[in-house]
């Protein structure tokens, strides 16, 4: 086992020198970085920009837009149905429990669609607006820069089912959470260097009161919780009230893009149990959270080769699905 840990240590570090544009070879040619060259030069810039407006209104926005990604990646593949809204035969995953009250930034979606609708009409999809956006959030926010294979289209319709059942909840135990990622096609390095996007964000109380109370019958928090650190969470999450309060996932730098997010899992003070039982239940992925806390450019280099891969799950392309005109309903 020692030896098998080893090996898989090497492994991962071994990565961190592999060039992320490695990772293009993956698409087949039928997405790359250069797809909008000529029908909107423009294209890329303008997401940037409008991207950096919503963050430099809000800093919580980023890690918002970067969610969004992973909400529509792990249903139907990356083809933008978490932005439909009910209507026309189409019931929204809006709604469902990991999205409603939760899942936020599509206002700043559609203000980079009408901004591009502007500059080069029904040319830049939905879907390819969403992984631009995770990547500019993530670089703005101090994290990796990488190039985004783009020429997905839209889908025509949504999962409420496929959004409730796909997506890893904040108390999901460790097994469900891997099951999930590798439905996807994503791996065990994947689930850890993605979590690392609870670098920058917030929570809400109710996700992860459950740690806090009734741990064991005794009205104690959970023991793989510091009980510092839960008593002072304690006091803006009360045992009932105050479901929607906001506490930072990474209270060191939690508008920073780095690695002080697994430092805090090794100190017992991972907010969410899906953040926790990264060191606790498994590890393999233990060994890999002491790898990005000891180097932050290795958590950088997995993350984005991460990104990449998580946004080539079952792309719409060539005639399949469309260009909506406007993100939040199909075209007529």
């Known amino acids: 086992m020692a030896r098998s840990i080893s090996c898989f240590f090497m492994a991962i570090t071994l990565l961190a020198f592999a060039p992320v544009s490695l990772c293009y070879k993956g698409y087949g040619g039928s997405l790359y970085p250069q797809y909008y060259e000529k029908s909107c030069p423009r294209a890329l810039e303008i997401v940037r920009s409008e991207v950096a407006k919503a963050v430099a209104k809000e800093a919580r926005m980023a890690a ?3 969610r969004l990604s992973f909400h529509d990646c792990f249903v139907q593949g990356c083809d933008a149905s978490i932005l439909l809204d009910s209507g026309n035969g189409i019931t929204s995953e809006k709604n469902s429990n990991p999205n409603r009250n939760s899942a936020r930034g599509f206002d700043v979606i559609d203000d980079i669609k009408a901004a591009l609708e502007k500059e080069c009409p029904q040319t830049v999809s939905c879907a390819d607006i969403m992984q631009l956006a995770a990547r500019d959030s993530t670089h703005l926010s101090g994290g990796p820069f990488w190039e985004v294979p783009v020429g997905r289209k839209d889908s025509r319709s949504a999962s409420l089912s ?46 992860f009161r459950q740690r806090l109370y009734n741990q064991a019958g005794n009205n104690q928090p959970d023991s793989t919780l510091d009980q510092y650190y839960a008593a002072q969470l304690r006091n803006r999450c009360p045992r009932s009230g105050g479901d929607s309060n906001l506490f930072f996932l990474d209270f060191v730098s939690p508008t920073k893009f780095d690695n002080s997010y697994f430092k805090l899992l090794l100190a017992n003070k991972g907010l969410l149990n899906s953040d926790q039982v990264l060191t606790t239940k498994n590890e393999a992925s233990l060994q890999l959270v002491k790898a990005y806390a000891e180097n932050n450019e290795l958590f950088l280099q997995h993350f984005a080769s991460s990104m990449i891969k998580m946004a080539n799950i079952s792309p719409l392309t060539g005639s399949n699905g469309e260009i909506r005109k406007n993100c939040r309903k199909i075209n007529s």
């Open 162 to 207: 496929g959004s409730n059942n796909n997506i890893p909840a904040p108390n999901s135990t460790f097994q469900t959470i891997l099951n999930r990622f590798k439905n996807q096609g994503l791996d065990l390095v994947d689930l850890v260097a993605l979590s690392g996007s609870h670098t920058i964000g917030n929570s809400r109380c109710v996700s």
């Open 64 to 66: 918002s837009l970067i």
